[in-house]
């Protein structure tokens, strides 16, 4: 447990050493697992909480796996492929960032639980420490590329472009993915049932639905 604990303290620091994928999956877990506990975990519903451990880590880790093919080719075509070991091992400290972050909020989520009912509201509640865990991570993702900035300021294009790319695989896979926060009402199940929805449009309708009220 020191280990970990230490290699938390490490990556929070901005001194992370290899790549931690470890530590994005038992961090991972950690919040997956109580994100999973709405509504308690007595019968099938401890199965979501199963599901929650599982797919949390999922979600970060795919994310960044399905990000880097185009990131490598854009270090490549702007001729900064020798900084890319560097480039993602500052990728992957993030990630490993954000999953500690999480797991630290995940006694906030476990006391709204208990305080609140409400499913939407824990929904909400869930994004916003996501929210909170992406704002420290992407932090964390500066300071560790601000010695390759200084080297050649094109690494500062890549560092926007990987937030772009990142955030867009992001939202569509847990869209893809939920849910990870299981309705009462609903019977517990790893993937929500119904046909593949595209998360954009999705939010297109929505809003075109506000627009034309």
Not at 11 to 33: I, K
Not at 35 to 44: K, L, S
Not at 136 to 151: D, I, K
């Amino acid at each position: 447990m020191r280990a970990w604990l230490r290699r938390a303290d490490d990556v929070l620091r901005g001194r992370p050493t290899g790549l931690p994928w470890g530590l994005v999956v038992l961090c991972g877990m950690v919040y997956g697992g109580v994100m999973g506990a709405y509504g308690g975990v007595g019968g099938d519903r401890a199965w979501q909480v199963v599901f929650g451990a599982i797919k949390v880590p999922l979600l970060l880790l795919a994310t960044v796996v399905l990000s880097l093919p185009s990131f490598f080719v854009i270090n490549t075509l702007l001729g900064l492929r020798g900084d890319f070991t560097a480039a993602l091992r500052a990728v992957v400290a993030s990630q490993a960032g954000l999953a500690v972050i999480l797991a630290s909020l995940s006694p906030l989520t476990a006391f709204w639980y208990v305080s609140s009912s409400d499913y939407h509201a824990a929904i909400l509640f869930n994004a916003l420490m996501f929210a909170i865990a992406s704002a420290g991570a992407q932090w964390l993702l500066r300071r560790s590329y601000r010695p390759l900035v200084a080297r050649q300021r094109r690494h500062r294009w890549v560092l926007w472009t990987w937030i772009v790319i990142y955030a867009f695989v992001g939202i569509q896979l847990g869209w893809t993915l939920r849910p990870f926060v299981g309705a009462w009402d609903q019977p517990v199940r790893f993937f929500r049932g119904g046909e593949f929805e595209n998360a954009y449009v999705i939010v297109a309708r929505l809003i075109w639905g506000l627009l034309t009220r």
